[in-house]
């Protein structure tokens, strides 16, 4: 951190506040975020997170590529810790203008590497927040199991982080002779992993004693700022798109919605949010399983891509629940054959937005805490 | 749960001068269009009836409508108890692009203001810190806006290839 001013606020006043910047350049603002720390002694006053740094205008190459289909690529690169939920989104978008019908295999596979997406984008949330409270070993335990889901999904895709995968009527490509076995393989041998992560870091004293009580938000104001995913939940609120307004095929599969309960401290506490994520990793492994058993073995994943993507004038607003909350797309179509207007609603900036709200009067170390337990990603901050 | 165009009849019931007016494309979702003046007591009754309760503003969009010259605002609100959504527009000249800001409603409005200021040129009346959030405060133009061009030296420095 550098230290940008010294001033006094007032010359009669013997309280003196001081401007700190965290970031750009910081371990812990996960990407390139800047944030202005008013400060008193020790005491956040107020904080105005600085973004933009890693903005690429995402929605002028999505208006002007002049294709729907070329679009989900760009899409991979918002969120790039989990791209395959964002092109997921995107394409059930249009699938629903178009309002194509999708293979039954395809709908499962999708579901499968969603959830998969899930667990290894939250393995390195979770193992990121461990190590910017200084828990450095549980961040390589989960690693290594993160490693054995990039592992299938280069096998699946060809790459291991921007995949360009999912496409609007079904896949790139069938998965792989093995997928099913290294993925029930997977669900198998990571299930005791998480009891060892609740023993090495969930339940840890020291771990409770940096997150419970820190960076608290009620869910009233939650909801004022449209939080969603595991933010909003871990205030309590059961609230998860894939039961609550469904997309794909997950009305026909049996999970609960962890929420956070203030187990440890207070209700929607850094540690609610941590646990919250914790807790949907099981229910992922769950979903995995039921798709794995429902999975057609035979079917054609291409056969319902329409050659050309031609569509009427309309618009639509579609969201799915990424890791990281609700994934909104905004597109308008005008006849021509690319979109005319694409916004996204990411999570991560929606979420950034109330850090100043929930950070008032904390420590300057639990701004540490309180910035990891929002779990961003700045791709998707900044787009 | 309600479906937009009840809520469009319930709606026009309450406010019978908003100017409000019922609109669908041939395919997608419909939407209700609001005449700028009239959004912000539309907006509070969307949010506060006990008929609608729309506590969630999900997204809040700037677009360009080039060919009419005009800009406009799109708003996704749900409500988290009653179950349903709803888009809301609002369009207003290029020229005299003024939208009441709606971030006394919904907090989140706060930021997706400032991206629709900083994108597309919407300026929102009674914002409280309305600066630019993506783009650095000096950068000229509006990236969205269909017309753009972009500037060839930032402070000194080429933007291009």
Same mark, same amino acid.
């Given at each position: 951190m550098e230290v940008m001013m010294n001033k006094t606020t007032d010359s009669n006043s013997e309280r003196r506040e001081m401007v700190i910047n965290m970031g750009p350049q910081h371990p812990s603002t996960h990407g390139v975020l800047r944030l202005e720390l008013v400060l008193d002694g020790e005491v956040v006053k107020e904080v105005r997170?600085?973004?933009?740094?890693?903005?690429?205008?995402?929605?002028?190459? %999505?208006?002007?590529?002049?294709?729907? %289909?070329?679009?989900?690529?760009?899409?991979?690169?918002?969120?790039?810790?989990? %791209?395959?939920?964002?092109?997921?989104?995107?394409?059930? %978008?249009?699938?629903?203008?178009?309002?194509?019908?999708?293979?039954?295999?395809?709908?499962?596979?999708?579901?499968?590497?969603?959830?998969?997406?899930?667990?290894?984008?939250?393995?390195?949330?979770?193992?990121?927040?461990?190590?910017?409270?200084?828990?450095?070993?549980?961040?390589?335990?989960?690693?290594?199991?993160?490693?054995?889901?990039?592992?299938?999904?280069?096998?699946?895709?060809?790459?291991?982080?921007?995949?360009?995968?999912?496409?609007?009527?079904?896949?790139?490509?069938?998965?792989?002779?093995?997928?099913?076995?290294?993925?029930?393989?997977?669900?198998?041998?990571?299930?005791?992993?998480?009891?060892?992560?609740?023993?090495?870091?969930?339940?840890?004293?020291?771990?409770?004693?940096?997150?419970?009580?820190?960076?608290?938000?009620?869910?009233?104001?939650?909801?004022?700022?449209?939080?969603?995913?595991?933010?909003?939940?871990?205030?309590?609120?059961?609230?998860?798109?894939?039961?609550?307004?469904?997309?794909?095929?997950?009305?026909?599969?049996?999970?609960?919605?962890?929420?956070?309960?203030?187990?440890?401290?207070?209700l929607g506490d850094c540690w609610d949010r941590y646990m919250v994520r914790v807790r949907e990793m099981e229910q992922s492994l769950r979903i995995i399983e039921q798709a794995l058993d429902g999975m057609p073995d035979e079917g054609d994943v291409t056969e319902a891509v329409p050659k050309r993507i031609r569509l009427k004038e309309g618009e639509i607003y579609c969201r799915t629940e990424t890791p990281r909350g609700e994934l909104g797309y905004y597109i308008i179509s005008d006849k021509k054959g690319g979109p005319f207007r694409v916004k996204a609603r990411a999570p991560s900036f929606v979420h950034l937005s109330m850090l100043p709200a929930i950070s008032k009067g904390s420590l300057i170390a639990d701004m540490v805490a309180i910035v990891g337990s929002i779990d961003i990603v700045l791709g998707e901050v900044d787009r | 749960m309600k479906l937009p165009e009840e809520i469009f009849n319930y709606l026009r019931e309450n406010n019978e001068e908003a100017g409000l007016e019922y609109q669908t494309g041939d395919i997608g979702e419909p939407w209700i269009l609001v005449e700028a003046s009239s959004l912000k007591p539309v907006m509070k009754t969307l949010r506060d009836d006990p008929q609608l309760l729309f506590d969630v503003l999900m997204c809040l969009s700037g677009v360009h409508y080039q060919k009419e010259e005009e800009l406009g605002v799109t708003y996704h609100i749900n409500s988290t108890s009653l179950g349903h959504k709803l888009a809301i527009k609002v369009r207003v000249p290029i020229d005299n692009p003024h939208v009441p800001s709606v971030e006394s409603i919904w907090k989140t409005a706060n930021w997706h203001e400032r991206e629709a200021w900083d994108m597309v040129g919407v300026i929102f009346d009674e914002h409280p810190n309305h600066k630019r959030i993506l783009c650095p405060e000096d950068w000229e133009g509006h990236p969205l806006r269909k017309d753009y061009v972009q500037q060839e030296f930032y402070q000194g420095m080429p933007t291009g290839e």
């Open positions: 997170p600085n973004i933009g740094y890693l903005h690429r205008c995402f929605e002028k190459y %999505a208006e002007e590529l002049g294709d729907y %289909a070329s679009v989900t690529p760009y899409t991979d690169r918002m969120d790039y810790v989990s %791209a395959m939920n964002q092109e997921l989104g995107y394409v059930i %978008a249009i699938e629903r203008l178009l309002e194509l019908e999708i293979p039954e295999r395809v709908e499962y596979i999708r579901v499968i590497i969603s959830e998969l997406q899930r667990i290894a984008s939250h393995l390195l949330g979770i193992g990121a927040f461990g190590l910017d409270l200084g828990a450095f070993t549980p961040f390589l335990y989960l690693f290594t199991e993160r490693e054995k889901i990039l592992d299938i999904f280069e096998k699946t895709s060809g790459a291991r982080l921007l995949y360009n995968y999912m496409t609007v009527g079904g896949l790139m490509k069938d998965v792989p002779k093995d997928f099913k076995k290294d993925t029930a393989e997977f669900v198998k041998t990571f299930r005791p992993k998480i009891k060892e992560l609740n023993d090495l870091l969930s339940y840890n004293k020291i771990f409770i004693n940096r997150t419970a009580d820190i960076g608290v938000l009620p869910e009233k104001v939650a909801l004022n700022y449209a939080a969603s995913g595991p933010v909003l939940r871990g205030s309590g609120m059961k609230w998860d798109l894939r039961k609550d307004d469904p997309y794909s095929i997950y009305d026909r599969f049996d999970f609960d919605i962890p929420v956070g309960s203030g187990e440890v401290g207070t | -």
